[in-house]
């Protein structure tokens, strides 16, 4: 199994800034995809940005401008900054990445999310 581990969330000022991290770990082969999603309460979860291995970088238009999705690969671990937030952008962040546990195994796995807060 694949888990994820996010850590960075937390209450910040409108126009602050938050960075979020996600670790994999586990049996990994290769990942193709690891990424962020939102739920905001009454609605659904939303891609925030993901890197994706075939096609690169891929943000919400909401985002865009303001966040910034990277990735270490020799940690297994990607990073969310985000700047410039917005009341909006409260919700809980969950990361999630897809790829192969072994030659034969693919995964997909999600992280148990972290909330983010943006009040006066």
């Known amino acids: 199994q694949v888990q994820l581990v996010e850590s960075g969330g937390g209450l910040v000022q409108p126009g602050g800034s938050l960075r979020l991290s996600c670790a994999a770990s586990?049996?990994?082969?290769?990942?193709?995809?690891m990424g962020w999603h939102r739920q905001a309460p009454g609605k659904q979860r939303e891609l925030v940005a993901v890197i994706r291995k075939l096609d690169g970088t891929i943000y919400a238009d909401s985002v865009k401008g303001r966040f910034t999705i990277s990735r270490d690969n020799t940690k297994n671990t990607v990073y969310l900054q985000m700047n410039s937030l917005k009341p909006e952008d409260s919700a809980v962040y969950y990361c999630n990445a897809d790829g192969a546990a072994t030659w034969d195994t693919p995964f997909g796995s999600w992280g148990q999310g972290t909330q983010v807060t943006v009040s006066s």
């Open positions: 586990g049996s990994i082969l290769r990942i193709n995809a």
